[in-house]
């Protein structure tokens, strides 16, 4: 663990101070340098001495809290009043960007089951909703710490962004539930997936405000989150994960939706406060460590293979950025805005890795297509900020438009974006 804390906070910070670059993605980064594609490459007997077969089991549980916290918190700073003012044009947007990504994944899907790629049993439509969803996929908490930063949560490339972001996240978290649903082997593993899903999600979203609301009148009562306050929202936190999984879900769907269901004010600021610390700096990073202890870039070494991985990368920018482009300049955005919105929405960040470890997890994708989407994921969340200040920033700060940058530490923080997280 000091490895690992050390490893990831050395790197976020590395990214920030000489790339301008999120937390985040030297976090990302950090996880696949601490796996067999370098470390274990460069110092295999050290990196097997420090990260031991049993040590696996262990980072898994720690992941699972982590990535749960996470999505915990996306759900505290889901801003429900950016999806709801922009939801038409953001729905061009975002199913833009998602109906290219899928004719993709059609495209692909044959070609990579061919070569092996998929899990055993894994038949086509799985396979190419599954690629479909990974390829479509928009890191909302990265763009939304873009945006905030920049001082455009406001502007309509902001509001636009920010609410064509929350469609496109629903839509591919609900396509990959119908894929986990189908994978338990029979109609009614994925009518209980589908059905208890929906029945939680919607019962949660609709009486949850109601019946959480004891909770936030504590808070405000006390104008904190007491420990037994804290223990109270935990214990909900836990069950709502259980649910999901016993459902046939994954566990995250519960802590998103616990987030988004609880009443704003007191209760979600200092439950932000009091958790995002621990579970971004300890939690998070034993997930990214999980991942990249999974992802063995040294697999895509023949020339076939890199070709595959380049088809992907270069397929997923062209999918994304292009048609979220050309559905933005089709509602009526000048050239640059529109531009700005493709950059910011082929992001793919922490989202895609929660995604890709899911489906390694289940036996969708194999060892080696998980690496090639990795990869896929921090090129493009890489190339998000460089990209985004050459189409849109430089053009905006000669307007006025931008605001100054934040010298915030931990540029990816849930609790300090308006509209989402990270």
């Not at 009148?217 to 259980?242: H, I, K, N, T, Y």
């Not at 621990?278 to 293979?305: E, I, K, R, Y």
């Not at 919105?341 to 890795?353: D, Q, Y």
Request: include cysteine; proline fraction near 5%.
């Amino acid at each position: 663990m000091a490895v690992i804390i050390a490893a990831c906070r050395a790197a976020g910070w590395l990214v920030k101070t000489y790339l301008g670059q999120p937390q985040v993605v030297g976090e990302m980064i950090a996880g696949v340098i601490l796996g067999p594609s370098l470390f274990g490459l460069l110092a295999p007997d050290l990196q097997a001495m420090i990260f031991p077969k049993e040590t696996k089991s262990v980072l898994y549980v720690g992941a699972q809290l982590g990535i749960g916290l996470y999505m915990f918190m996306v759900g505290l700073g889901f801003r429900a009043d950016h999806f709801r003012s922009n939801v038409r044009s953001a729905a061009a947007v975002s199913f833009s960007g998602m109906i290219a990504p899928f004719l993709v994944a059609i495209a692909l899907s044959p070609w990579l089951m061919h070569m092996g790629l998929f899990g055993k049993g894994v038949d086509a439509m799985q396979a190419t909703l599954f690629l479909g969803a990974a390829i479509s996929i928009t890191a909302f908490p990265v763009l939304a710490r873009i945006i905030q930063e920049r001082g455009l949560a406001r502007t309509p490339l902001g509001t636009m962004t920010l609410s064509a972001g929350a469609i496109d996240d629903a839509c591919a978290w609900t396509v990959l539930a119908l894929v986990l649903a189908s994978m338990g082997g029979g109609s009614a593993v994925a009518v209980k997936a589908i059905v208890g899903g929906g029945l939680f999600a919607g019962l949660m979203l609709t009486m949850g405000p109601k019946l959480l609301a004891p909770l936030a009148r504590m808070a405000e009562r006390e104008g904190r989150v007491s420990p037994a306050l804290l223990g109270a929202v935990l214990v909900l936190f836990m069950l709502c994960a259980w649910a999901m999984d016993a459902a046939g879900l994954h566990s995250v769907f519960g802590g998103f939706i616990l987030g988004a269901a609880m009443p704003r004010g007191v209760l979600t600021r200092e439950l932000k406060r009091q958790l995002e610390p621990f579970a971004l700096v300890v939690l998070v990073p034993m997930f990214f460590t999980f991942s990249g202890l999974n992802t063995q870039l040294t697999m895509v070494s023949s020339l076939s293979l890199l070709g595959v991985a380049m088809v992907i990368l270069i397929g997923s920018i062209l999918a994304k950025a292009v048609a979220c482009w050309a559905a933005a300049r089709v509602t009526g955005h000048d050239n640059p805005t529109a531009m700005g919105i493709g950059v910011l929405m082929n992001a793919r960040g922490m989202m895609e890795l929660i995604i890709l470890n899911i489906g390694l997890q289940k036996g969708i994708i194999g060892p080696a297509l998980f690496s090639m989407l990795v990869l896929m994921a921090i090129v493009t969340t890489l190339m998000t900020s460089p990209v985004f200040e050459w189409v849109y920033g430089r053009r905006a700060r000669e307007r006025g438009e931008l605001g100054a940058l934040e010298d915030d530490s931990e540029p990816e923080t849930i609790g300090r974006t308006p509209a989402a997280a990270n």
